[in-house]
């Protein structure tokens, strides 16, 4: 079996698209998800699965949602190897000890035309960022909620973005890490 993670975009958050992580996970069971596990409230999961077809088993998980909590989220998905890669390939290490300033946006697809020059123009003197394949990382000193920047990043990389701080994805790579074979 494969260790996947699963990041599902816009859920529990100021009210809307209630999903709790219990109903989250019952729900996976019963698709034949194996040991799944969820972190904090936002969706994030890892599970176990034979299934290959990454882009089918997300369709497919958020069909299901939509059937039993009736929204569609779209889902990220995510083999454990790539999110621990994406750790590793963090270009702002001095960043990792304030874990609420250092985000990685996981993208659905490589942007091929993104508009980098810009979020250049909107980071202020502190912010910095970059783009590696599929994440965009994003440091904010300044705290993520006075970001100009950051409000920008999806438009201007053109393709769908869901973010995860510093401390999320290293616990995910935790737990992906402890229930992988």
Do not use: C
Request: charged share 20%; glycine share 6%; hydrophobic share 45%.
């Amino acid at each position: 079996m494969n260790t996947f993670i699963a990041l599902l975009r816009g859920i529990n958050v100021g009210g809307h698209n209630k999903l709790p992580m219990r109903d989250l996970v019952a729900l996976l069971d019963a698709m034949g998800l194996v040991n799944v596990q969820t972190y904090i409230q936002s969706g994030n999961v890892v599970f176990q699965t034979d299934h290959t077809d990454l882009p089918a088993l997300a369709r497919e998980m958020s069909t299901a949602i939509e059937a039993n909590h009736g929204f569609k989220p779209q889902v990220m998905m995510l083999r454990l190897v790539d999110l621990a890669t994406a750790v590793a390939n963090n270009p702002f290490p001095a960043a990792q000890d304030n874990y609420k300033t250092l985000h990685f946006y996981f993208l659905e697809s490589v942007p091929h035309t993104p508009d980098l020059a810009l979020l250049e123009s909107l980071k202020t003197e502190h912010e910095q960022f970059q783009l590696i394949n599929k994440v965009f990382y994003l440091h904010t000193p300044d705290g993520i909620g006075r970001s100009k920047l950051a409000t920008k990043v999806e438009k201007a990389l053109g393709v769908a973005t869901t973010a995860r701080n510093w401390r999320t994805v290293n616990k995910m790579v935790e737990i992906g890490t402890a229930v992988a074979p």
